[in-house]
């Protein structure tokens, strides 16, 4: 069963699917906000991404 | 199955690294996915994730830190990484890679690093010429943040001052670079080994300078000549890469390189090209695996 998150920004619940892996991207269907799924032990959350934080790059 | 391992280790998993996963699927090849975020390491283990010396590390770390780091530690190891921590740390580092490709016979925009306020404007004089705009921006960082342009010394002054009150120790160390009048579009080339697989342009957003997709930029496919891929082949070699995404510009003088990234995201050139790059990724590693 797809797992329903909802976004903290805009509050659209939107699905996680079941083969999610973690650490992966997902994005908001709706505002576009990015997040990072976290898996523990089963349950799903979301980490915000605020990329402007990172030292992210390619 | 196939005796050859690859460890896919990543911290942020998006698109580029499921195409290299569907890839290794498509190809029964045997592979571990590791999440950064979920590793221990302890001194008194002497071996990784029970990978043998035969197996090969896929950097994918969005992260630089990260990206140096553990490339560094599965190479102490004894596992081969790629791209290598060498190539990695020189990538990560715009100057250092500027200078490698410099000496390596790659057309790059003149640069210049300084760490303080009066270098800056030095540099800033020896650059603008009296009329053009400068580039600033820091030695590290990526997807065209912290970029600016500039275009007199009280603007340049300005900029410096703040940058150098930044916590971040690398944000202070800056790069001044001659602006490279570009027709609105600059190519990203992605190689591996010897060739040049896609390539794509990037059309700059009409409300920004810089041609980043991260920032919005229209894209299209491109037809690689022999001189973009040559350019192209050397840029990535120079840093030691095994794969690369080498940012190109067309100048009136012919491509300029403007650099090299080495832990390149590569999904807008295969979407755009049509090209299976992920596939020429990991056909790269499997010859490497069997070496």
């Not at chain 1, 992966?24 to 505002?31: A, F, I, K, N």
């Not at chain 2, 490709?101 to 640069?111: F, I, Y």
């Not at chain 2, 800033?124 to 030695?139: D, H, M, R, W």
């Not at chain 2, 971040?168 to 992605?190: A, S, T």
Request: with cysteine; hydrophobic share 40%; proline share 3%.
């Amino acid at each position: 069963m797809p797992k329903k998150v909802t976004c903290e920004i805009c509050g659209t619940e939107f699905d996680i699917p079941d083969d999610v892996v973690d650490g992966e991207l997902v994005s908001c269907p709706t505002c576009g906000q990015k997040y990072q799924v976290v898996l523990n032990s089963g349950l799903v959350q979301l980490k915000k991404i605020e990329v402007e934080a990172e030292d992210w790059g390619e | 199955m196939s005796s050859i391992a690859i460890l896919v280790t990543y911290d942020l998993f998006r698109l580029d690294e499921k195409l290299l996963v569907d890839e290794l699927k498509r190809r029964s090849i045997e592979f571990k996915l590791i999440n950064l975020d979920s590793l221990l390491f302890d001194t008194e283990s002497t071996s990784f994730a029970d990978a043998s010396s035969s197996d090969i590390v896929l950097m994918r770390s969005v992260s630089h830190t990260r990206s140096e780091m553990f490339s560094r530690l599965f190479e102490e190891l004894g596992l081969t990484v790629v791209n290598s921590f060498d190539t990695i740390w020189i990538g990560n580092n715009k100057f250092l890679s500027l200078v490698r490709l410099a000496r390596a016979g790659v057309p790059v925009p003149r640069s210049i690093l300084a760490v303080n306020e009066s270098k800056a404007l030095e540099g800033f004089k020896a650059l603008s010429n009296g009329s053009c705009p400068v580039i600033i921006k820091p030695i590290s960082g990526s997807w065209g943040r912290m970029v600016s342009l500039v275009y007199s010394d009280s603007e340049l002054s300005l900029l410096v001052k703040h940058r150098l009150r930044m916590e971040n120790p690398y944000m202070r160390m800056l790069i001044l670079q001659e602006y490279v009048d570009k027709p609105g579009r600059d190519i990203r080339v992605i190689v591996v080994e010897d060739r040049a697989v896609a390539a794509i342009y990037r059309h700059a957003p009409s409300s920004d300078w810089r041609t980043n997709t991260a920032r919005g930029g229209r894209a299209e496919a491109v037809k690689i000549d022999k001189e973009l891929e040559e350019i192209s082949v050397r840029a990535s070699k120079a840093v030691g890469a095994h794969y690369a995404g080498v940012d190109v510009v067309e100048s009136k003088d012919g491509y300029i390189v403007l650099e090299v990234n080495v832990v390149p995201e590569f999904k807008n050139v295969m979407r755009v090209t049509g090209i299976n790059v992920a596939g020429e990724i990991i056909d790269m590693l499997i010859r490497l695996a069997k070496r």
